[in-house]
């Protein structure tokens, strides 16, 4: 552990380091700048109602393990897991949200962990079958998308336009 710390501490002390993190910053802000900030907030705003959501869904599959958990103590456990999320790599969120709902509930870990499996599995079917959609979608659409976009979008913008329909350049 004090390997690591020194090793975090003395790559921002190294001059190199400080120069790649001091050009990140300013590419950071430099976006920031650019960015509309009304979309910004807005992004915001629905990650986090997002969460009642979530609370409600993981509700229903801890059904069997225990009945009626306080939607805040399941709200609290996902916001923690997202704050980890955002802060250490590999997915560790997940395990936090899992202990964090053990410590307000009588939830066992090991079934706190299963049931985030199981809101994993899901949220896997859902994006399956967005993603079957969009194929059909685009197959079916796909020259009628084409020529459509030709006529609204630049020449330049032709190939990013038909990219983001999901009908290929």
Do not use: C, H
Not at 34 to 56: D, E, G, Q
């Amino acid at each position: 552990l004090a390997a690591d710390f020194y090793g975090e501490i003395s790559a921002f002390l190294d001059p190199d380091t400080r120069r790649v993190v001091t050009e990140s910053l300013r590419e950071s802000q430099t976006e920031l700048a650019r960015s509309n900030i009304w979309l910004f907030f807005a992004s915001a705003v629905a990650s986090t109602l997002i969460f009642p959501l979530r609370a409600i869904r993981w509700r229903i599959i801890l059904e069997p393990v225990q009945a009626a958990i306080p939607l805040g103590a399941l709200w609290r456990s996902i916001a923690i897991g997202g704050m980890v999320n955002n802060l250490v790599p590999a997915r560790a969120g997940e395990i936090a949200r899992a202990y964090a709902l053990t410590k307000e509930t009588t939830v066992s870990f090991a079934s706190a962990l299963a049931s985030l499996a199981v809101d994993r599995l899901f949220d896997m079917v859902v994006l399956l079958g967005l993603v079957a959609a969009q194929s059909v979608l685009a197959a079916t659409f796909q020259a009628a998308s084409r020529s459509a976009v030709a006529e609204l979008v630049d020449d330049a913008d032709l190939e990013g336009a038909n990219a983001v329909l999901g009908a290929g350049t």
